[in-house]
């Protein structure tokens, strides 16, 4: 895996859910393991078969978060100036369309979380966004068709 670029909040993130994996689900999906075992055949056993499923989704999930953690590299808020769109940048658009105004914070693809309004450099709208200034028009080409946004104010 390459380097992933992110906020020591979102590499705190990261270790905070492995914590969470390896101390709370991983002993969770053992004790069920050993419950189903416990209840005899393990060759007609659909519970057994279940936690064993469940518990490689868990390890898959715990290496990848292990390998994210390794490959993390911080980057550094302090040196982010906020006269063009950029990584770690909230910018407060206008949708040209319908006067709509929305705020969204670009992030790296691990930190993306819509419902925050974190929006994953990597998508179509945020590549648009990047190296904007304001009062520059965005053109996103969109499945609906052309949306246009003007950025508005750009901040941290």
Not at 62 to 68: D, H, Q, T, Y
Not at 73 to 80: H, P
Not at 109 to 118: H, L, R, T
Not at 142 to 148: H, K, N
Request: charged fraction near 35%; glycine fraction near 6%; aromatic fraction near 4%.
């Amino acid at each position: 895996m390459a380097n992933i670029y992110m906020t020591a909040e979102g590499l705190q993130k990261l270790k905070e859910e492995l914590v969470y994996l390896e101390g709370v689900e991983r002993p969770r999906v053992i004790a069920a393991i050993q419950e189903a075992r416990d209840k005899g055949d393990l060759s007609e056993n659909a519970e057994y078969d279940a936690a064993k499923e469940e518990q490689g989704k868990l390890e898959s999930k715990i290496a990848l978060l292990k390998e994210k953690i390794m490959d993390a590299r911080i980057i550094d808020e302090s040196r982010i100036n906020t006269k063009e769109v950029q990584v770690l940048t909230k910018v407060k658009l206008r949708n040209l369309k319908n006067n709509a105004e929305v705020t969204y914070q670009l992030v790296t693809e691990s930190e993306a979380n819509f419902k925050e309004g974190k929006l994953s450099v990597k998508t179509p709208i945020a590549q648009a966004l990047i190296g904007k200034k304001v009062g520059e028009v965005a053109r996103v080409q969109v499945p609906a068709g052309l949306m246009e946004f003007e950025v508005l104010e750009i901040s941290l």
